[in-house]
Structures are given as structure tokens and as C-alpha cells.
């Protein structure tokens, strides 16, 4: 899952981003990928770049241990 702004923020943004838990008492973060209208579109951003967002952060849970 992602959270999404396609427009709603601003409306010439596009953006998605995944959250995840570092561990070692820190707070829940999110790595996000955003872009202008004009260079990228919500298909664009669902389609490509989440599979790979979701992947890179799946592998940041956890990493500053308990």
C-alpha cells in the first residue's frame, strides 16, 4: 500500500509514499516520490515507481533494531 496526492495538495504535484518502522525507538517515517504533472503522471507513479518504493522500503523496517 502507498498513500497518494494526485492533485489534491497542489494540483500540478503528483506524489505518492510507503511508510515504515526503523525500530530502535524511533517514530513511523515514509520515503516519498513526487514529481510536477508536467514530468509525470499518477499511472505513471502507481504503475512503475510503487513496485519499486515498496520494495526499497520493505527493507528499512526494522533496521535500527529494538
Known sequence: ???TSFG???ETV???AVGFHPGGG???M???CGAPTIITDAR???DVVRPKLVA???GLDGV???
Do not use: H, T
Open 8 to 10: 489534491e495538495w497542489q
Open 26 to 28: 524511533l517514530p513511523a
Open 44 to 46: 505513471f507513479l502507481m
Open 56 to 58: 526499497a522500503v520493505r
Open 30 to 32: 515514509s520515503v516519498n
Open 14 to 16: 503528483c506524489a505518492i
Open 1 to 3: 500500500g502507498c498513500c
Open 64 to 66: 535500527m533494531g529494538a
